[in-house]
């Protein structure tokens, strides 16, 4: 480097640093903590730049002198030579590397002695990058079957087969356990409980005006020739949040009663049930008689308890 280089540089760097601290400042996450931080990395970073940079000069180095040689040896004087060399590109000498061919110059020392008919043959150099590919596959071949064969590196194809097989088979066993604790917390009409949100019971209210009280009533008071009366103390089918949620997922067959999960989530349903009730003993005028059976609180079986019942009398 000359005196110029190492000057510009130098103001480069007394311009440049103050921007680069100060950048990111504001955000409390400055260029120059980050530089701090990553200092190994930076510094590595140079290491293998420098490297990079010798081994460049290095390669330029030798070429020029090839180039140099080549060029004396078609008999060019030493200073053509290097005038020649200099102007030869990267890649036109890379070619002469891989080329390995003979200068049109000096074929006649290679010209094999025989002569068919007037066609003579030369005995050329194998490309280098010809034998280089060659001499790289009985490299890799060594590499492969040390590495895959003879050490734990890599694995056989058997060996990364059986792993698969093992992998897949943990895969299988996870998926199997997930669905089967998917299903034991799934809602349903064994697990259901009743709701007592007032945003759930809302959402249960407005989805029974959607869906239900065309047939039940807009109070729950039930609709003669349609639906029950859901505000009393008698069910057909079972009172309770369980057994409530079970008759409006599973509907009443051979009935108006439709198998509602068909259409409404179990959320949705739940939040139905939980609002249904919320309307016990809550009298809406024209109520439907109650039908069914008495359902008495607390009673968790499935089936309606049996017992008198005065149709009509409540
Ligand atoms: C098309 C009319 C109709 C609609 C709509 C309807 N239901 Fe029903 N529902 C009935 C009938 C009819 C019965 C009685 C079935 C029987 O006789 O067993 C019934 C029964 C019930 C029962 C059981 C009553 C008991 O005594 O055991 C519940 C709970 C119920 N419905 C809730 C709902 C809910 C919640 C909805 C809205 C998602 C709904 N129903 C929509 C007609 C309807």
Partial sequence: MNKFKIWTTLLILLIAAPIWAAVGEEEGRSMFNWTIENIVMIMGSAVVLSALYLMWTATKTIWRAQAINRFESQGLSHEAAVAKAKKESFLSYMYQQLDGGVSLEKETDILLNHNYDGIQELDNNLPPWWVGMFYS??????????????????????????????????????????????????????????????????????????????????????????????????????????????????????????????????????????????????????????????????????????????????
């Fill in 137 to 314: 596959t009985i490299v890799f071949a060594f590499l492969y079957l040390g590495i895959y064969h003879f050490s734990d590196i890599g694995k056989s194809q058997i060996e990364e087969y059986e792993q698969e097989v093992i992998d897949t088979d943990r895969a299988i066993a996870a998926y199997m356990a997930a669905q089967k604790a998917a299903k034991t917390t799934e809602l349903n009409a064994d697990n259901v409980t009743e709701l007592t949100a007032t945003d759930r019971l809302a959402a249960g209210q407005a989805n029974f005006k959607s869906y239900c009280m065309a047939c039940h009533g807009m109070l729950g008071e039930g609709i003669e020739n349609l639906g029950q009366n859901l505000t009393d103390d008698y069910w057909i089918h079972g009172g309770g949040i369980k057994n409530i949620f079970k008759t409006i997922s599973e509907g009443v067959p051979g009935k108006p009663m439709v198998a509602w999960k068909e259409a409404l989530s179990a959320d949705q349903i739940q939040e139905l049930a939980s609002y249904i009730m919320t309307l016990k003993g809550t009298n809406p005028p024209n109520a439907r008689p109650p039908e069914g059976e008495l359902y008495e609180a607390g009673a968790t079986s499935e089936i309606p308890q049996t017992g008198e019942v005065e149709v009509g009398t409540e």
